[in-house]
């Protein structure tokens, strides 16, 4: 490789963090985050599940959601290089905006959540098809651009709100269509899956690229399970803490983890090639 080409690809780094222990850890709270804080402002303040909801509250949560994370996701592109602050607020504005849209989804548009989970698995595998068939890859350690981060930030959301659903669907009671395993029984199948995963990815059985993806979308029923678990009433199987103070807790922990954790940006694929 010529030592101009050479120069190229070490100057080129991820714009999103490295893929470790830490990010798992981070990514499943803020997950949590985002099932409590959708639920605080829908559930809570605009009273979808109280006796005088606001009408339209599922779609009002989503839009103000989405306003911000494309507020944020404005700003990532924009950055010049990996802010773990940006990037983690932009993580939890899309798994906020994936807890009301699911909602809606499953709920206000009628289609239950058989319906909305194959609704969203397909918006998901099609982004990534057409990501490939752009770009060639969906490496996520591959993400420079702005095209490359618009396609992210699309899967991102779409995996968040398709996790949302299935939680919901996994975690809800036979007679409301689900599949009747409680908020613990629903984390605990996720656990497993992801535990399943990591083996598969410490055995070296399958391809990274797709582990990630199948790790990105499990995380998020198990970070919604968790969620309901802590803030849905005690006759529904939850601890029943309050919505705004649970999210503000976990806030909290995802600020000081970032703090504590090493944050980086991830290795370019061709880093390695480039330095041999």
């Keep these: 490789m010529m030592d101009t080409d050479r120069d190229l690809v070490c100057d080129m780094v991820s714009k999103v963090p490295a893929v470790t222990l830490g990010f798992w850890i981070i990514k499943v709270l803020a997950t949590t985050l985002g099932e409590t804080g959708g639920d605080t402002v829908t559930m809570t303040w605009l009273g979808e599940t109280g006796p005088n909801p606001v009408y339209g509250g599922y779609l009002i949560g989503a839009g103000i959601f989405a306003v911000l994370l494309i507020g944020f996701v404005w700003t990532q592109i924009r950055a010049h290089k990996f802010n773990p602050w940006l990037y983690w607020a932009t993580i939890v504005a899309s798994t906020t905006l994936g807890t009301t849209l699911a909602d809606f989804a499953d ?10 989970s194959l609704l969203l698995l397909t918006c998901v595998l099609a982004s990534l098809f057409v990501w490939h068939r752009t770009l060639g890859t969906v490496n996520v350690n591959t993400i420079t651009t702005a095209r490359q981060e618009i396609f992210y930030w699309i899967t991102i959301t779409f995996s ?3 996790g949302t659903a299935l939680g919901d669907w996994a975690a809800d009671d036979l007679d409301q269509g689900g599949w009747g395993l409680g908020y613990e029984g629903g984390a605990l199948v996720f656990g497993a899956g992801l535990a399943v995963l990591a083996v598969l990815y410490f055995t070296k059985k ?3 690229v797709v582990l990630f993806w199948a790790a990105f979308i499990l995380t998020r029923p198990l970070g919604a399970t968790v969620g309901d678990l802590l803030d849905k009433p005690v006759s529904s199987g939850g601890f029943h803490f309050s919505r705004p103070l649970a999210s503000a807790v976990l806030a909290a922990v995802i ?3 970032v703090l504590v954790l090493p944050q980086r940006p991830g290795q370019h694929p061709g880093y390695a090639e480039a330095t041999a």
């Design 206 to 208: 399958a391809n990274n």
């Design 160 to 162: 968040q709100t398709l």
């Design 255 to 257: 600020v000081l983890l």
């Design 107 to 116: 709920r206000s548009l009628g289609i239950g959540y058989p319906g909305g």
